[in-house]
């Protein structure tokens, strides 16, 4: 029996599931978890879908109603670890991804768990673990769990909307190296059950707040600091200047790619200081200039290697010193 068909028979003989994500929700999480929602609804079974804090407003176009958050209802979390008999994990690989309320949680939960993820250094936690860092996103296994698992009958525009979305926003649009041929392969399958993909584009993109806009002007025009010796460019926000422009989750997700996108740019760093940290987000071109080995090991994060994600509890001036002097390590002079 193969991996996906044991996660199978685990959801068929569950009676209480509980789908989960790491904090910080983004696209790939939402789209994984919502897919993974309505397959096993499919399947005939229950479940229940638990995140550390609310999605970006900019998924809100998506029926976000299956998700309880954490940040709102403890309680009814907490309930549902206490009820589950069979918990997912998807998007994470450790359980200190998920914050530390539901952290303790997970932890606690003697149950089994389904580890579904395409992140380095996968912690063993897991009774099942799908463990695949060649994978474009985790919603592109997901879909690989529906089609090996011989369920592929069952994918229809519900479940497949989601993952399309996954794959699209964990991809950069495609353009990251994450993305093979069984990814494309993938996208066929969703398009032929009825997804969008238009739609979809349409919905995620052109759905932006004149708030956002300005925001983003003054980032790209203000604070954003080229460091031509190491091609690399960096975008700080302090607290101050995300509330003058009326910040909301999200409103700085494209901002790395942005800087990314100058010619000769081997790496962007966005800095933003919110809920009393510095949270950074790294961007990088090719194999030759990876990111996640700087995120991990000195901004207690990581991620992919020309994707990765960080924090810093020092104040703004003294996190980009630190930033400065590591970009001149890890980003030679040209």
Do not use: W
Request: aromatic residues 6%.
């Amino acid at each position: 029996m193969n991996t996906y068909k044991q996660i199978e028979a685990a959801i068929l003989s569950a009676s209480n599931i509980l789908i989960t994500a790491h904090k910080s929700a983004d696209g790939d999480s939402v789209g994984s978890s919502l897919g993974l929602l309505h397959f096993i609804e499919k399947l005939g079974k229950k479940a229940m879908i638990c995140h550390p804090d609310k999605a970006p407003d900019f998924l809100d176009f998506l029926d976000l109603s299956p998700i309880t958050v954490m940040d709102q209802e403890p309680e009814k979390v907490a309930e549902a670890f206490m009820e589950s008999d069979l918990i997912f994990c998807l998007d994470y690989n450790s359980t200190d991804r998920v914050g530390k309320e539901m952290q303790s949680l997970l932890e606690a939960s003697t149950c089994p768990k389904i580890m579904i993820d395409h992140h380095l250094d996968p912690q063993d936690f897991s009774s099942i673990t799908v463990s695949e860092t060649s994978a474009s996103s985790t919603a592109e296994l997901i879909a690989e769990l529906i089609g090996q698992s011989g369920n592929s009958a069952l994918l229809d525009e519900k479940i497949g909307t989601p993952l399309y979305l996954g794959i699209l926003t964990d991809t950069g649009s495609f353009r990251f190296n994450s993305v093979k041929p069984r990814t494309h392969e993938v996208l066929a399958k969703l398009l032929a059950a009825g997804v969008k993909h238009h739609l979809i584009h349409e919905l995620l993109n052109d759905t932006n707040t004149v708030s956002r806009l300005r925001l983003q002007g003054f980032a790209m025009s203000q604070k954003m600091e080229i460091l031509d010796e190491n091609a690399v460019a960096i975008i700080s926000l302090t607290k101050e200047e995300l509330e003058k422009y009326d910040y909301k989750k999200g409103d700085t997700d494209s901002l790395a790619n942005l800087a990314l996108s100058i010619k000769g740019i081997k790496a962007a760093i966005v800095l933003s200081e919110r809920d009393g940290i510095i949270k950074i987000s790294f961007r990088s071109k090719g194999k030759e200039n990876p990111v996640n080995e700087l995120a991990a090991v000195h901004f207690d994060g990581g991620g992919h290697a020309n994707a990765a994600g960080g924090m810093s509890e020092l104040s703004m001036p003294e996190t980009l010193d630190k930033m400065k002097s590591l970009v001149a390590e890890y980003f030679p002079t040209n």
